[in-house]
């Protein structure tokens, strides 16, 4: 696993130490020994966990974390706090400030580096999402990624997988109007409610009398619905092992028994921060590239999407030694329509027929608007002679079925023309594709209009 680990401590033996333990593990180590140069080389460098010491002069741990966590830049960089302080207090102190966990020196080497590798994963989820916005600035990305997503304005759903009526007691008491909790005793019902409900954490006991509480843990992880749902493990002294391996098959967090309120609703407030950050982000990038490259008008994909997305299928069915074919339509004296009924008009035309279009292509087939009133259908494993007779029948259904317009539904003749062209055996490309399309589609048009012309070569 390849990750760059900062680890942050004023004295050089402490350092060293731990990062002789990473190098081990091959993970890129860097080193800072005090808070300001901590902050700054997370701002400037890709640095995917942080482990950090607490008691630091002029700036102490804690006010590291919180100016990390503070700036949208950085507050998505996992931190753990390493200290030598070992009270409840200590560490709800440290998880209030923004750390995703906080560990007890001596650290035990399995135990930190499991916690580190799982940290290291729930960030590349992360850091996958803002690489895709970061390719798209020109479609205002950059707003986005400067938001603060870390909402603690509603509460938390959150379920309770526990057999053990008192110890359900006491955390729902502990999470009064701090959670939405919901409670099962069954493993088996909880997978089942946890696949089914929008959660926004799972908490599942380790202290079952006839069940694995592990093999629950993978099955939310091996689940769509489930994966990315924070887990949280309530585990029993000693059971240090269970711990580990739940880290490896990605729990979130853990607690130990006896369960202090104060830790139990900073680590719950951790994870729910992060999960709505990761959402949000997800929603809102998805949202937006699909504007980027959605045509308003019609809701077919646009040029830009095509520029970008053909050659990935001209490049697949190349590889794969697989047919692909290309056909570009033109709505016949579309200028008259515009003239004759106004751009509401011809908008209602554009409308009508990219629903007709939609009707008549497979759903592996790529139908975008090239701009005004052409659009283009990418086919793949199709044949020139398949995609010919598709093109026919979309010109013969515009040409039979007159397009009714405005309020009084008043029916206006629509005809189009098109042009078709393949992939060619041996040397070809993109451009020399939509060249010959191109050339069939001005064919069609100067031929007489309301016609398929194909292109062989």
């Known amino acids: 696993m390849t990750a760059r680990i900062l680890v942050v401590d004023d004295i050089p033996a402490n350092v060293r130490l731990l990062e002789v333990r990473l190098l081990a593990e091959y993970f890129e180590v860097l080193t800072a020994t005090n808070g300001p140069d901590a902050i700054e080389t997370c701002e400037n460098g890709k640095v995917d966990v942080v482990l950090l010491d607490v008691m630091m002069p002029d700036m ?7 100016r990390l966590k503070s700036d949208p830049a950085t507050s998505h960089i996992p931190v753990v706090m390493i200290t030598a302080l070992d009270q409840v207090s200590d560490r709800v102190r440290g998880l209030e400030a923004g750390a995703d966990d906080f560990l007890t020196k001596p650290v035990n080497d399995l135990q930190l580096m499991t916690r580190v590798k799982s940290l290291v994963r729930l960030k590349s989820l992360t850091d996958e999402l ?37 110890s359900v007691e006491r955390i729902q008491k502990m999470l009064r109007d701090r959670a939405d909790l919901d409670v099962t005793h069954d493993p088996h019902a909880g997978f089942f409610q946890a696949a089914e409900t929008s959660y926004e954490c799972v908490m599942i006991s380790t202290a079952f009398a006839d069940f694995d509480p592990l093999r629950l843990c993978s099955q939310l992880r091996s689940l769509d619905r489930t994966r990315f749902v924070p887990i949280i493990l309530l585990a029993e002294e000693g059971e240090e092992e269970r711990i580990i391996r739940g880290l490896e098959l990605g729990i979130n967090d853990y607690l130990m028994r006896p369960i202090d309120q104060q830790e139990l609703t900073a680590r719950l407030r951790t994870q729910v ?180 012309v194909a292109k062989a070569a």
Do not use: W
């Open 60 to 66: 102490d741990g804690f006010e590291v974390c919180r």
């Open 130 to 166: 803002r690489l895709r916005a970061s390719t798209t600035r020109n479609i205002g990305i950059e707003e986005l990624l400067s938001r603060n997503f870390a909402s603690e304005d509603t509460t938390p759903k959150v379920l309770l997988i526990d057999e053990r009526k008192s």
């Open 273 to 452: 921060r992060r999960k709505r950050y990761n959402d949000q982000l997800r929603a809102s990038v998805t949202q937006t590239i699909e504007m980027a490259v959605t045509d308003g008008l019609t809701a077919l994909h646009n040029r830009r999407y095509l520029d970008s997305h053909l050659q990935t299928l001209f490049d697949r069915a190349v590889a794969r030694r697989r047919p692909l074919s290309v056909m570009i339509t033109d709505l016949d004296r579309f200028k008259a329509i515009n003239d004759a009924h106004g751009h509401d008009g011809g908008d209602e035309v554009l409308r009508e027929f990219a629903r007709r279009l939609r009707k008549n292509v497979r759903g592996i087939d790529l139908a975008c608007r090239f701009g005004g009133e052409e659009f283009v259908v990418v086919m793949p494993d199709t044949e020139g002679a398949v995609a010919e007779k598709v093109a026919e029948r979309i010109r013969a259904e515009i040409a039979q079925a007159a397009f009714a317009i405005g309020q009084d539904g008043k029916a206006i003749e629509v005809t189009v023309s098109v042009g078709v062209s393949s992939v060619l055996k041996g040397v070809d490309t993109v451009a020399a594709l939509m060249k010959r399309a191109d050339l069939a589609l001005y064919e069609a048009k100067s031929g007489g209009r309301n016609r398929v």
